[in-house]
């Protein structure tokens, strides 16, 4: 895969470490890992990660199975990372997400970019 510039998503601000655009995502998440209640709530969603509410404690490093819907009517299935764990939020990684995956992903990040500018503009 051929890396692409960063002109089509939103540059990450300073301070900003996320290459991605984000997405609110309300949505139960079934999580494959030990002691995990299922589902777990999504709190929001990029192409490359996914937060979730969890107050189990999750090791970081640790592999996961995500399985969640999006609004738009698309599942993902993927493999992820934990990357960090505080506050009863996880964040996780895709590892392994198929390029279908991803770009309905990015899709829905950016519908929901519109959305809410549209919102906006409509309450001034």
Do not use: K
């Not at 301070?15 to 002691?35: I, M």
């Not at 709190?43 to 107050?55: H, I, R």
């Not at 549209?118 to 309450?123: N, P």
Request: net charge neutral; proline share 8%.
């Amino acid at each position: 895969m051929v890396p692409r510039p960063h002109s089509s998503e939103s540059p990450p601000s300073s301070g900003e470490r996320r290459s991605h655009r984000r997405a609110a995502l309300n949505r139960p998440v079934l999580l494959d890992a030990p002691a995990v209640p299922q589902p777990v709530a999504a709190v929001d969603v990029s192409g490359s990660g996914l937060s979730v509410a969890v107050d189990v404690p999750l090791e970081v490093g640790a592999i996961v199975e995500v399985y969640f819907e999006l609004p738009i009517g698309y599942a993902v299935e993927a493999r992820a990372e934990v990357v960090r764990q505080a506050n009863g939020l996880t964040a996780l990684r895709f590892i392994e997400l198929e390029r279908e995956a991803q770009l309905a992903l990015r899709s829905f990040c950016r519908i929901s970019g519109l959305h809410a500018l549209e919102l906006a503009s409509a309450t001034r």
